[in-house]
């Protein structure tokens, strides 16, 4: 069974910088697409930035020219590299992976988020 282990989140002042991590574990046959949103306390979860398996992006007009999303696709892992943080950002964020298995099912999974808090 396929799992998302997110990890970098943390509390960083205004105009900082992190980078988070998703790998996956397990058998997957194909990624087609991976994405992270993200959710703030109170409204609704919305994306981020997604990546496709072909290397295409696309990102949240409020974060383009300061996050930056890549994957590193031999070790299934999905990066989202935040500069220029700012306290709007403060949210749980969580990946996505949409891949194919081995046995020709289509399948989308979720990690289970991890905490980014922009505070002075």
């Known amino acids: 069974q396929v799992q998302l282990v997110e990890s970098g989140g943390g509390l960083v002042q205004p105009g900082g910088s992190l980078r988070l991590s998703c790998a996956a574990s397990?058998?997957?046959?194909?990624?087609?697409?991976m994405g992270w949103y993200r959710q703030a306390p109170g409204k609704e979860r919305e994306l981020v930035a997604t990546i496709t398996s072909g290397g295409d992006t696309n990102y949240e007009d409020s974060v383009k020219g300061r996050f930056t999303v890549s994957r590193d696709a031999a070790k299934n892992t999905l990066y989202l590299q935040m500069s220029s943080l700012k306290p709007e950002d403060t949210a749980d964020y969580y990946c996505?992976?949409?891949?194919?298995?081995?046995?020709?099912?289509?399948?989308?999974?979720w990690g289970q988020g991890t905490q980014v808090t922009v505070s002075s």
């Open positions: 397990g058998s997957i046959f194909n990624i087609d697409a």
């Open positions: 996505n992976f949409r891949y194919h298995t081995y046995t020709g099912m289509y399948r989308s999974i």
